[in-house]
């Protein structure tokens, strides 16, 4: 029998707009669903309005809703084979049986099953083509990429609502990468989470930026989201204050991007990049994620905007730092990071597609 979860979820994929699917893939979103095998693809974002802190801890609820741009050189492709004659899900990243984050897979996809009255388990196969932990959003690539093919290997034909939904379950920031370009994360306000989803703002042609990734430091970071966010919302005496200012800023980067004004996206979003860092440094012990390098990165980035090059910075927890910029300044942008000292890597990026499911044995475009 179904649960009520799993009624609703169950409804028709009617929330699907034209722009939700473009992405070097989206010629294959036709395939037809073959249950038992499945692959996807989703892509990392980055938020230029930053989420950090949890209403609901099981659920990843978030206190605050943000929003986001798709990154297209970034992604986790996803395999999972269904398999009755296993007692668990395994779960293989880049190559390894993965201790850490296996937890939270196995949740995800226990729900998913109960959503499809399945008990059979699944090895799933993931593969990111970039560091893993690194402050890069690898989980939310991953989440991503899990609950599109799990969608598909299930047979459960959810709607990219619900996708995002259940993505949000394995990590906040996974829910905006069902979609591609720019997308915001709704806080939502039901206690059962359901409005707390992702929506498609606008497709990344409708304004093609470029970002550039300045990597100093290729580890794990030392405090991951989830207990920063605890540790913050617990500890910092200016929790409230940063709840209470996220609408505004909610507000004027909806319209930076709605009138394509990029001045205003770069001043919300380092404001917001910023404030987070603040925010977290105020914990109590306060959150370093930046290093040295991530300091002077972002000083270069502001000398080059001083001098009429459109760029900004942004932020998340760890030290790399994500230039925005308009497509014809990336190559300055990207010069000039590369010449700090501690930059050991630049990355380059096109903003991205959504999360793109489909049958076991099609060759990526
Ligand atoms: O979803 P999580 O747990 O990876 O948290 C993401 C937090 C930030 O990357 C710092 C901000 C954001 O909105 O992505």
Redesign the pocket.
């Known amino acids: 029998m179904l649960t009520d979860e799993a009624k609703r979820m169950r409804t028709t994929r009617n929330d699907r707009t034209s722009h939700e699917r473009a992405g070097p893939v989206a010629n294959l979103m036709n395939t037809q669903y073959s249950p038992g095998r499945a692959q996807a693809i989703a892509y990392a974002?980055?938020?230029l309005v930053?989420?950090?802190g949890k209403r609901d801890a099981d659920l990843?609820l978030p206190d605050v809703g943000?929003i986001?741009i798709a990154l297209d050189a970034l992604w986790t492709r996803t395999r999972m084979e269904l398999d009755p004659a296993l007692e668990r899900d395994s779960f293989e990243l880049d190559g390894q049986i993965e201790a850490h984050g296996s937890g939270r897979v196995t949740a995800l996809l226990t729900r998913m099953r109960a959503i499809g009255g399945s008990e059979i388990r699944s090895r799933v196969f993931s593969q990111n083509n970039f560091p893993t932990g690194a402050?890069l959003?690898s989980?939310?690539s991953g989440f991503a990429a899990l609950v599109t093919a799990a969608d598909r290997a299930y047979g459960l034909g959810l709607s990219l609502s619900r996708l995002s939904e259940l993505a949000r379950i394995g990590?906040?920031?996974?829910a905006?990468s069902i979609f591609g370009g720019y997308v915001e994360?709704h806080r939502g306000e039901l206690p059962d989470g359901s409005d707390s989803v992702a929506v498609p703002l606008a497709a990344a042609a409708d304004w093609p930026l470029a970002v550039v990734i300045a990597i100093s430091e290729r580890g794990r970071k030392s405090v991951?989201?989830?207990e920063g966010?605890q540790r913050t919302a617990q500890t910092s005496p200016f929790y409230s204050a940063w709840v209470n200012n996220q609408p505004d800023d909610l507000a004027l980067a909806r319209t930076a991007i709605a009138t394509r004004d990029f001045d205003a996206l770069a001043h919300v979003s380092e404001a917001s990049a910023l404030a987070?860092h603040g925010l977290a440094m105020s914990a109590r012990p306060g959150l370093l994620y930046f290093n040295a390098t991530t300091m002077e990165c972002l000083h270069r980035i502001r000398h080059l905007r001083g001098r009429g090059v459109a760029v900004f910075f942004t932020v998340?927890?760890g030290p790399q730092v994500k230039a925005i910029c308009a497509p014809e300044a990336a190559d300055t942008v990207a010069a000039a990071l590369k010449d700090v000292p501690g930059v050991t890597e630049i990355l380059r990026a096109g903003l991205g597609g959504g999360a793109v499911g489909m049958d076991d044995g099609q060759t990526w475009t």
């Open positions: 974002n980055v938020a930053k989420y950090w990843n943000s986001s402050g959003a989980s939310a990590s906040g920031s996974a905006r994360m991951g989201s989830t966010m987070l998340d927890a």
